[in-house]
């Protein structure tokens, strides 16, 4: 008959008292749960917003990549002017090398030589006055 009597310390608790627990712990998990996840997104949000931060504005960022595209397309223009101006010389080279026209022609208009009968007229230069250094008239 041991077995019969029911003893104070090993009674069971109510079944309203176990589902108001299970309740305020689902309800506690809950609540962490969403905080954790408030959390979480609070500090994405904040390196986000770093990181396009840095993107923008750091020393490598937008503007320096912009700048360095405008630097390029400047260096890419002069790179043409240049080969553009190295074909000309070449090609002038190549006349002076082979046809007696050009070299005729270089001969006269740089040391001056005539043909005979050819009288050249040199006019003197202006002479280069700088705006800055004359005084304006009273």
Do not use: C, W
């Not at 979480?40 to 986000?48: C, G, Q």
């Not at 070449?90 to 040391?111: G, M, S, V």
Request: hydrophobic share 40%; aromatic share 6%; net charge positive.
């Amino acid at each position: 008959m041991r077995n019969a009597v029911a003893r104070p310390s090993q009674q069971q608790t109510p079944p309203a008292t176990e589902e108001l627990t299970g309740g305020i712990a689902q309800q506690a998990a809950a609540l962490l749960f969403r905080s954790q996840r408030r959390v979480a997104t609070i500090v994405l949000v904040a390196l986000s917003l770093l990181i396009v931060y840095f993107v923008v504005f750091d020393k490598d960022g937008l503007a320096a990549y912009e700048q360095k595209k405008h630097q390029a397309h400047v260096l890419q223009q002069q790179i043409q002017a240049l080969q553009q101006q190295n074909q000309q010389l070449a090609l002038h080279n190549q006349r002076l090398k082979n046809d007696p026209d050009t070299i005729e022609n270089e001969a006269r208009q740089q040391l001056h030589y005539t043909r005979p009968g050819e009288v050249i007229y040199t006019l003197p230069q202006a002479p280069h006055t700088d705006a800055a250094t004359q005084k304006p008239a009273k």
